[in-house]
Nanobody, 122 residues
């Protein structure tokens, strides 16, 4: 079983910065894709930024130029540096990872973290 633990959320003023981190643990054989999504109150969950299985990065248009995703494959960690935060960035941010895991025969997994709250307010 794969578990994702997020950290780094909090309250920040407009224009401020936050850094989110997510670490995957368990019987992981490989992680092919890893990234962040968010869900604001009353809205659907949306992709924010992610590394694809092909090794490319995807960003939502609304965060391009402000957010940067990075990854440490050796530590099964993905981070999201968020700069110039806006009120509309307020949401619960979720980490997601997909890959292969298992103690005997690797099987496909897709796991989500429990989420971390980011609030942008003055």
């Amino acid at each position: 079983q794969v578990q994702l633990v997020e950290s780094g959320g909090g309250l920040v003023q407009p224009g401020g910065s936050l850094r989110l981190s997510c670490t995957a643990s368990g019987s992981i054989f490989s992680i092919n894709a890893m990234g962040w999504s968010r869900q604001a109150p009353g809205k659907q969950r949306e992709l924010v930024a992610a590394f694809t299985s092909g090794g490319m990065t995807n960003y939502a248009d609304s965060v391009k130029g402000r957010f940067t995703i990075s990854r440490d494959n050796a530590k099964n960690t993905v981070s999201l540096q968020m700069n110039n935060l806006k009120r509309e960035d307020t949401a619960v941010y979720y980490c997601n990872a997909q890959g292969y895991a298992g103690t005997i025969v690797p099987e496909i997994f897709s796991a989500w973290g429990q989420g971390t709250q980011v609030t942008v307010s003055s």
